[in-house]
């Protein structure tokens, strides 16, 4: 069958999929008709292949679209495996346990009780994550409440609800205030007057305050997202819960239908899609849904725009430039830099390396895109484009190649520009990390090296398993030794520990007077 590949090989620093001798897995996507794929929790699975110094491994299998982990989702199928009936029954009364509690119209009718209740009534649940009714109240006696939930804060659920941060999966890293009114105020004067906002709750929200606030401001906002949470807080033209790495609906058609209306209002002028998928997420994947959500849009263009294409802000790290570039030639990227409120290294303001690396890359004619100046970005009229203060221009590579905000130098050997840190290697023939390894990155086994098998497959297992488990032991011997004595310490006279914390007091006294 043949199928088109990408994924997430090991080595592969730029995410790039498809280098001959990479190892990992990668999702397969079948160019033809096939069966349909199996459902786990989180929508219909994606078919798999293991992939060792480039070639396939001959057994395919289905896994979870939105976890790589099986922690969070232990999907797992041979593509040739024959389940019985009992199983398949089991399966999906587990995937429909796993699903809300309540539906799609329930949770709108809950939200309308609720703001039509007292605000000495209006509580919020942060154990359960839940707004609640008065006939719930009983059952969350002894959770953390929140009491008064006001009308502002039911308009910011991002700041109510409690991020999850599973890289691989959510990765709710939610913008910051600096980015979020950038992007709110790009929007506006771009002229977009709808924006569907997949993954990005915190830029839904701010623009639907900001029309509420301002009347001038006339922009409409969809979210999209894969945490059913918000489906209590927004009605259902508002929010629709949605699994972004296999395009698939929670609620089925109707909410297909609300994103399909959404998108071909006024033959689809004046909409934009603004998404923020998981950084562990895979590229083409992504890509194949964002694909689709761009055919829905087409359906209501009429064929004198058919050679039109819907804008798009994809935010990722500049790092996967090629990856999105493969899948969409007439994407750019920007110089901005997004930040997050909830991420410790994704932060506006830091320097060097440690600057944030998430860029927003988009279709739309980059001299349209006005930087803010105030926080250092100026115009090129060479490259036509706004960059950033360090991004000096190339008279050799007639550009601003800087990708990750610090000033880049030209090799001549390369003839292209490179990071500062980078020298250029003889041996490998162009740039590298000072202490790179010339040989390249290995990717066989870990035990002995070998370039031929896996760890898994390794015949000296049992010889590591060996060393592995005197280690173990060593390791169990120190941490009991170290209980028994917390034990032993614990065991103090009470008079003792409070004369030795008498006796500590004092000698601060003394130090600090």
Same mark, same amino acid.
């Given at each position: 069958?043949?199928?088109?590949?990408?994924?997430?090989?090991?080595?592969?620093?730029?995410?790039?999929?498809?280098?001959?001798?990479?190892?990992?897995?990668?999702?397969?996507?079948?160019?033809?008709?096939?069966?349909?794929?199996?459902?786990?929790?989180?929508?219909?699975?994606?078919?798999?292949?293991?992939?060792?110094?480039?070639?396939?491994?001959?057994?395919?299998?289905?896994?979870?679209?939105?976890?790589?982990?099986?922690?969070?989702?232990?999907?797992?199928?041979?593509?040739?495996?024959?389940?019985?009936?009992?199983?398949?029954?089991?399966?999906?009364?587990?995937?429909?346990?796993?699903?809300?509690?309540?539906?799609?119209?329930?949770?709108?009718?809950?939200?309308?009780?609720?703001?039509?209740?007292?605000?000495?009534?209006?509580?919020?649940?942060?154990?359960?994550?839940?707004?609640?009714?008065?006939?719930?109240?009983?059952?969350?006696?002894?959770?953390?409440?929140?009491?008064?939930?006001?009308?502002?804060?039911?308009?910011?659920?991002?700041?109510?609800?409690?991020?999850?941060?599973?890289?691989?999966?959510?990765?709710?890293?939610?913008?910051?205030?600096?980015?979020?009114?950038?992007?709110?105020?790009?929007?506006?004067?771009?002229?977009?007057?709808? #924006?569907?906002? %997949?993954?990005? /709750?915190?830029?839904?929200? =701010?623009?639907?305050?900001? $029309?509420?606030?301002? &009347? +001038?401001?006339?922009?409409?906002?969809?979210?999209?997202?894969?945490?059913?949470?918000?489906?209590?807080?927004?009605?259902?033209?508002?929010?629709?819960?949605?699994?972004?790495?296999?395009?698939?609906?929670?609620?089925?058609?109707?909410?297909?239908?609300?994103?399909?209306?959404?998108?071909?209002?006024?033959?689809?002028?004046? #909409?934009?899609? %603004?998404?923020? /998928?998981?950084?562990?997420? =895979?590229?083409?994947?992504? $890509?194949?849904?964002? &694909? +689709?959500?761009?055919?829905?849009?087409?359906?209501?263009?009429?064929?004198?725009?058919?050679?039109?294409?819907?804008?798009?802000?994809?935010?990722?790290?500049?790092?996967?430039?090629?990856?999105?570039?493969?899948?969409?030639?007439?994407?750019?990227?920007?110089?901005?830099?997004?930040?997050?409120?909830?991420?410790?290294?994704?932060?506006?303001?830091?320097?060097?390396?440690?600057?944030?690396?998430?860029?927003?890359?988009?279709?739309?004619?980059?001299? +349209?895109?006005?930087?803010?100046?105030?926080?250092?970005?100026?115009?090129?009229?060479?490259?036509?484009?706004?960059?950033?203060?360090?991004?000096?221009?190339?008279?050799?590579?007639?550009?601003?190649?800087?990708?990750?905000?610090?000033?880049?130098?030209?090799?001549?050997?390369?003839?292209?520009?490179?990071?500062?840190?980078?020298?250029?290697?003889?041996?490998?023939?162009?740039?590298?990390?000072?202490?790179?390894?010339?040989?390249?990155?290995?990717?066989?086994?870990?035990?002995?090296?070998?370039?031929?098998?896996?760890?898994?497959?390794?015949?000296?297992?049992?010889?590591?398993?060996?060393?592995?488990?005197?280690?173990?032991?060593?390791?169990?011997?120190?941490?009991?030794?170290?209980?028994?004595?917390?034990?032993?310490?614990?065991?103090?006279?009470?008079?003792?520990?409070?004369?030795?914390?008498?006796?500590?007091?004092?000698?601060?006294?003394?130090?600090?007077?």
């Amino acid at each position: 069958m043949a199928a088109s590949r990408g994924g997430l090989e090991t080595g592969a620093a730029d995410g790039s999929a498809g280098c001959s001798g990479s190892s990992g897995v990668e999702v397969v996507f079948p160019s033809g008709p096939a069966a349909p794929a199996p459902l786990c929790p989180h929508g219909p699975t994606l078919l798999f292949v293991k992939v060792n110094q480039g070639k396939e491994e001959t057994r395919r299998f289905y896994a979870c679209s939105a976890c790589r982990d099986r922690k969070d989702c232990s999907f797992f199928q041979w593509e040739d495996e024959k389940l019985s009936e009992a199983r398949l029954a089991a399966r999906e009364a587990y995937n429909q346990s796993c699903q809300p509690p309540l539906s799609r119209i329930q949770c709108v009718e809950r939200l309308l009780r609720f703001v039509q209740l007292p605000l000495p009534q209006r509580k919020f649940c942060r154990r359960c994550q839940q707004l609640l009714l008065p006939d719930d109240w009983g059952e969350h006696g002894e959770h953390e409440l929140l009491g008064e939930v006001s009308m502002a804060q039911l308009q910011r659920p991002s700041q109510l609800l409690h991020p999850l941060e599973n890289k691989k999966t959510n990765a709710q890293y939610l913008f910051a205030d600096r980015t979020c009114h950038f992007l709110v105020h790009l929007l506006s004067t771009l002229g977009f007057r709808r #924006v569907l906002c %997949v993954g990005t /709750p915190r830029l839904h929200e =701010l623009i639907r305050l900001t $029309a509420a606030d301002d &009347k +001038k401001y006339d922009i409409k906002s969809l979210l999209l997202d894969i945490d059913s949470r918000y489906s209590q807080f927004y009605m259902e033209d508002s929010f629709c819960h949605y699994n972004m790495f296999n395009h698939h609906f929670f609620d089925g058609k109707a909410a297909l239908d609300v994103c399909r209306a959404f998108l071909q209002e006024d033959e689809g002028d004046g #909409v934009i899609m %603004v998404t923020d /998928p998981p950084f562990g997420g =895979l590229v083409e994947p992504l $890509a194949i849904t964002f &694909k +689709k959500l761009i055919a829905i849009w087409k359906e209501g263009q009429s064929q004198d725009n058919s050679h039109k294409e819907l804008p798009i802000f994809w935010i990722f790290p500049y790092f996967f430039e090629s990856r999105i570039c493969q899948f969409f030639p007439s994407f750019a990227m920007l110089d901005y830099q997004v930040d997050y409120d909830n991420h410790a290294l994704y932060k506006h303001g830091k320097t060097g390396r440690k600057q944030s690396p998430v860029r927003i890359f988009t279709n739309i004619p980059l001299h +349209k895109v006005i930087l803010p100046t105030e926080e250092g970005y100026r115009f090129c009229p060479l490259c036509q484009r706004y960059v950033s203060l360090e991004n000096q221009h190339c008279e050799h590579c007639n550009s601003c190649t800087s990708k990750d905000g610090r000033k880049w130098k030209h090799c001549f050997f390369c003839r292209k520009c490179v990071k500062p840190s980078w020298i250029h290697c003889s041996i490998c023939g162009h740039c590298a990390v000072a202490d790179h390894s010339c040989a390249g990155p290995g990717a066989g086994c870990f035990i002995c090296g070998n370039s031929d098998h896996k760890r898994s497959t390794c015949p000296n297992t049992c010889l590591s398993r060996g060393a592995n488990k005197a280690v173990r032991k060593q390791k169990q011997r120190k941490s009991n030794k170290m209980k028994m004595e917390a034990t032993k310490g614990q065991s103090m006279n009470q008079t003792s520990v409070i004369r030795r914390k008498k006796r500590r007091e004092r000698v601060h006294q003394y130090l600090c007077s």
